[in-house]
Structure formats: C-alpha cells, structure tokens
C-alpha cells in the first residue's frame, strides 16, 4: 500500500503586471475581483517557484521582481504574502476568467478582499517615491531585465556568444537578483546583492582577476547594482558527487588556492573580506563570551544542560589560548571562505572553482578547511577513510611549503576555533532584537557546547581532527 508524502507549501499572492506596469491581471467571479494566487513548495527558491507556477497554471512567461513588503509598510494581514512580477511578452493573453485592468481607476470596492487593493496601492507607492531613504532599488523598476538582457549581450559579444532567449531566475528581490541565461555556447549567470552581502561584489571582481584558477570568470560588472556577470564553469558541484577524488582535489586546491593569496590579505581586506586575523579574534573573545553568559541565563528547558559559569570561564581561558597557539606557530594569514559547503565548490577534472564569495575572509588558512571537512563528515558519515584522504591532501600540501611543527595538532586546535570564528563572523550576536527571534539564542548556545566538546578533548591529547569531530 503506497502512502501519499504531503509536501507543506505557501501561499502567494500576485501582482502581475504588463505593457509597461499600466495593466494588471485579476481574476474575476461574482463577488468581485481577486489577485491571482499561487502555491509553491515551502523553503523553495520563491522566484523561480513562482514563475514556473504561474507558466504551468496560466501560460504566461513571467519573470519576478520582488517580494511586498519592500521598504513599505505592511498591509494590513499579516497573513496574506505579495510578491510583483511582470509578463515577458507585451500583448500576453488573459487567462480564462481573468482580464487586464487599467492600474489606474481601479477601486477599493471592485476586489472581495481589501488586502488585495492594498497590496497594489503600497507597489504603487514604492514605484513612485521609492524606499524609506527616497531612492529606488536596482530591481524594483519594471522591465529591468530587457534592459539587463542588453548588458549580459554585450558582455558576451566579444566571446562571442549570443544570448537564446532561455534563462533561468533564482532568486528575485529589490536589490538581490541570480539569474543563469542560455546561450549558443556556455551560459552565463548574473549575480547582485543587497545588504548585508554588499560585500560579496568588490571581493568577487578582485578574486577573478587575482586569483583565475580558482574562481569564476567575471565577464563584465554593473557596479550601480553591485552586480557582476560570469561565465558558467563546466564542471559538476561537489554536492552532486559522492567520487572522493573530486573531495580530497577540493581539499588539496583549497590549499593551493591560499597559499597563492598569502600576499594579498591587505588586498582582500579592503575588498571587504571579513577580518579574521588572530589579532581580532582575540578582541572578540571577551564579548563574546559575556553575551554567551547572558544567554545561559536565558534558557528556559533543560536539556540540553546550561554551561555553567565556571564551564564558560574554562572555555573562554581555552579559546584564548588556542588562538594564541595558532599565533605563535606563524602561519601568515590566507584567503578563507565560511560557507564552504559543497554547493559552492565545482569539480573539475584538472581543478576546483569555488563559488560565492559573500563570507570570503582573511585569517588562519587552516580555519576554512574545519568548514569543509565538516560537510564532508555530514555528506559522508562514518567513513574515516575518505575524512584521512582530505587531511593528508590538504595537510600535505602546506607541509610541502610551510614549516608547521605539529600539523595534527594545529588541524585540532584550528577546528575549534572555527567554531568560534563563524559564531562571531556577523554581528548578530551582538544584536538583542536578533536573539530574540526563535532558535537563534538557542543557536549560539549549542556552538558553545560545541566548543566545549573540542577543548575538552584537545585537552584531553585528542590525538587527529577526525577524532576531534566524531
């Protein structure tokens, strides 16, 4: 007997817009006139969800601009999600029992639901006077992607390549946008970013010219966006392979790959990597540890069972000495990367790529391979083997280049402060209107257990990193 797997889904409400943003599509029946609404799967790409819906369910081609609210009040359920999007072709036709209204003259008392009025009043308002600060994002603007197809061609002229007409959008947001175009050769993928990842533009544009083995190659940026265009690398994500050479290549080109940027830190830095140098973590370790202390207090359930004072104490004493350990021992500080997880490695036959550049860094290098074999530990469970593989690979290495003294030892103590490196990498720790929202005090909480688990084994002569981990 086959049982049916309920899959959860959202529900979203439209506004879809043509010729120009002067018509809008509602649906009609007796009681008046609706927004047309769309279920997707919960945690989907929401953009690319919705315009596959709305092909699927309606036939028209659309493409998506962002989500309501933007920088505008609420409307009034809290209930009810908007998101605006915009039909590709300009005389496209309505769907049975919907029709194209003027946005001008529509009325209040024509929708069933006056949330579905407001919703178009707030899209209007942030078109016409933009965001809280007056200005008007990159993506909020309808037709922007004609205007965006005109650039990517132009980048890809001289290749040459020529757009086909196909393309693919991810992600869709006022000043976020990922999007992948076909061609009549390799694809091309355009990329902008908001706050708080504004950072994730200079420091892609540096790595491609700087480091080019190891990165995407950056066709052309439009820097009013903080957007950049890049040529698709023909390779196969890390995430869709279970071949332990392509694993143990990444671990080893990683290595490569900061050793070749042990002269660009200033460099990096002012691109806007995240500072990790030893120097600053150990600034952070006092407040961080004290905010640590206030949320012990705050936690309601037990278990997990509360650090105490005494076990936050210890471990900060332990944090404190790992980092100047890692100092002493001299390694220069590297290109590092926080989200090294697999979906953002390709593998290549001759090389990896590593993709996604907005938690790039600059600190102890050994710090960024702790990330990676942690995926690998998840992605592969159990298998020691493999976990040996990608230690000696990247071990061997810096060991062929740099004098370590101990290279079991600094793997151990640098997978601690990994932790501590990723809790302290933003600065939501230090926000208490983040903490307030669910799990994330709870979050923090566990990363310091986690910590406690790795300094009591380093002291108690953990003798690998494998070992440390399990």
């Known amino acids: ?23 809008l599509l509602v649906f009609e029946s007796e009681a008046g006139l609706h927004l047309p609404r769309v279920e997707v799967p919960a945690h989907s790409r929401v953009a690319q969800a919705l315009n596959a ?5 309606w036939n028209l081609e659309v493409y998506s601009l962002y989500p309501l609210p933007a920088n505008t009040p609420a409307p009034r359920s809290s209930a009810a999600r908007y998101h605006v999007v915009e039909v590709l072709e300009h005389e496209a036709a309505a769907p049975r029992t919907a029709h194209w209204l003027p946005i001008r003259g529509l009325k209040e008392a024509c929708f069933i639901e006056l949330d579905d009025f407001g ?9 016409t006077h933009g ?22 061609q132009d980048a890809i002229r001289a290749i040459p390549l020529t757009l086909s007409g196909g393309f693919l959008q991810f992600n869709a947001s006022s000043s976020f946008s990922l999007i992948r175009f076909e061609t009549n050769g390799d694809a091309v993928w355009f990329k902008a970013v908001g706050e708080p990842n504004e950072r994730e533009f200079p420091l892609t544009v540096a790595l491609s010219s700087i480091l080019p ?20 690398v023909p390779g196969l994500l890390l995430s869709l392979t279970d071949n332990l050479s392509a694993w143990s290549n990444a671990a080893r080109d990683l290595a490569r790959m900061q050793i070749a940027s042990l002269e660009m830190a200033e460099v990096l830095l002012s691109c806007k990597a995240r500072d990790l140098r030893i120097g600053t973590l150990l600034g952070q370790v006092e407040p961080f540890f004290a905010r640590l202390h206030e949320l ?55 090389r990896t790529v590593f993709l996604d550049w907005a938690e790039g860094s600059v600190g102890h290098p050994f710090l960024s391979f702790s990330y990676l074999l942690e995926h690998f530990r998840r992605t592969f469970e159990g298998n020691a083997e493999g976990q040996s593989r990608l230690i000696r690979e990247y071990a061997g290495v810096w060991e062929s280049t740099w004098c370590i003294a101990d290279a079991k030892k600094t793997l151990c103590v640098s997978a601690l402060v990994a932790v501590f490196a990723h809790a ?25 257990r986690r910590m406690k688990r ?7 002569g953990v003798s690998s990193v494998s070992e440390l981990l399990t």
């Open 296 to 350: 012990m207090d705050r936690q309601s359930t037990s278990p997990p069972a509360r650090l105490s004072p005494q076990e936050l104490a210890q471990l900060k004493e332990g944090m404190h000495e790992a980092l100047l350990a890692l100092q002493d021992e001299g390694i220069p500080d590297a290109l590092g990367h926080l989200d090294l997880n697999p979906e953002n490695i390709i593998a290549l036959p001759e």
């Open 1 to 23: 007997m086959c049982n049916s797997v309920q899959v959860e889904s959202e529900e979203w409400r439209l506004i879809i817009l043509r010729r120009n943003a002067s018509e």
């Open 454 to 460: 790795y300094a009591d084994r380093i002291r108690a």
């Open 53 to 57: 819906q709305v092909k699927t369910l």
């Open 131 to 152: 965001n809280s600060n007056g200005r008007r994002s990159p993506f909020e603007q309808p037709g922007w992607l004609l205007v965006l197809k005109d650039l990517v």
């Open 119 to 127: 919703a178009v009043q707030m899209w209007i308002e942030t078109l």
């Open 213 to 232: 083995s190891y990165t995407p190659r950056v066709l052309a940026t439009q820097p009013l966006w903080n957007a950049w265009m890049t040529l698709e």
């Open 424 to 448: 302290i990498s933003t600065d939501v720790w230090r926000d208490d209107g983040k903490l307030q929202e669910p799990g994330m005090a709870g979050y923090y909480r566990s990363l310091a």
